[in-house]
């Protein structure tokens, strides 16, 4: 058979059918693969889909339910408390400053005379005049600051606040937000509330100055044992660690006992409060903040 020649443009027009032919061989193919994939395609897709968003539910229900039944149990804490403390003579009131951050207890924004409690906020204000000024923190005014602190001396005290001065406590209340802080040209007669105190212990890196927020820290860790009674004693014993301060006063009237306190433990941390007046005695009032804190703490 004798060949014959094909023109380039008769070899375009075969090309180009060719080129359709495999076009439409292949769209029929995808087409059948599509329809044969499209059940179990789709069932294990939606499977996918749908199974994420029931884990992410069931997470989402077991959150609230934990997060309830912690609730309950501080709750339930707070009532057991509550209920020793409105047993007891005198004025009684107490604040626990949660992981939550939220403070919540019983007559917690009522006020009470600080007793020496308040030197917690003279050594915050007395490191910030120091801090201010520029200067390293001086071995005398270190040592007097060891005294109020870890032995609460009065008359380190005195000192410390005729260098500060009630409106340096001012500063310091302002910035750690207590609400129901009032100053006093005497120290010991400064008004707080459970409430206040709480939220400074649990955040007392706020009204710590970072240059000397270690020392300060160092010395509410320090209390001499034989003041480390109430919150301390009870929180020591189920494995908190402590860093505190106490106050107290014998009156005619009865005693003001004080005490307010950090604890930290596994990670986990924690600030109370408790504040007392006309308690029959020292003692008195001593086993009134221990049974507060004994039930804030447990289970």
């Known amino acids: 058979m004798r060949s014959c020649p094909i023109g380039s443009r008769g070899l375009i027009v075969l090309l180009s059918a060719a080129i359709a032919v495999i076009a439409t061989i292949g769209a029929l193919g995808s087409a059948g693969e599509t329809d044969r994939s499209g059940e179990s395609g789709e069932a294990s897709s939606g499977a996918a889909i749908t199974e994420a968003p029931t884990r992410g539910r069931d997470a989402d229900r077991r959150r609230p339910g934990r997060a309830h039944r912690a609730a309950a149990r501080r709750h339930a804490r707070i009532a057991r408390a509550g209920r020793w403390a409105a047993g007891r003579d005198g004025r009684v009131a107490f604040a626990i400053a949660g992981p939550d951050g939220e403070v919540r207890g019983r007559n917690e924004h009522e006020p009470f005379e600080a007793a020496s409690v308040v030197k917690a906020l003279i050594l915050a204000a007395e490191l910030q005049r120091v801090a201010d000024d520029g200067r390293g923190l001086d071995p005398g005014v270190a040592a007097e600051l060891g005294r109020m602190i870890t032995v609460s001396d009065n008359g380190a005290a005195s000192t410390v606040f005729a260098r500060v ?37 649990a955040d007392l890196g706020r009204v710590l100055p970072a240059r000397h927020e270690r020392f300060g820290l160092g010395l509410l860790g320090s209390i001499v044992p034989a003041q480390r009674w109430g919150i301390a004693r009870v929180a020591a014993e189920r494995g908190w660690s402590v860093r505190f301060k106490g106050g107290w006063r014998v009156d005619p009237v009865g005693a003001i006992v004080n005490q307010a306190a950090e604890l930290r433990r596994d990670g986990a941390e924690r600030a109370i409060a408790v504040l007392t007046d006309r308690q029959p005695s020292m003692a008195y009032g001593i086993e009134t903040i221990e049974g507060i804190a004994d039930r804030l703490l447990r289970g």
């Open 165 to 201: 001065g009630p409106e340096r406590l001012d500063a310091i209340a302002h910035r750690a937000g207590l609400s129901d802080f009032r100053s006093s040209t005497t120290w010991g007669a400064s008004e707080i509330s459970a409430a206040d105190m709480a939220a400074l212990f």
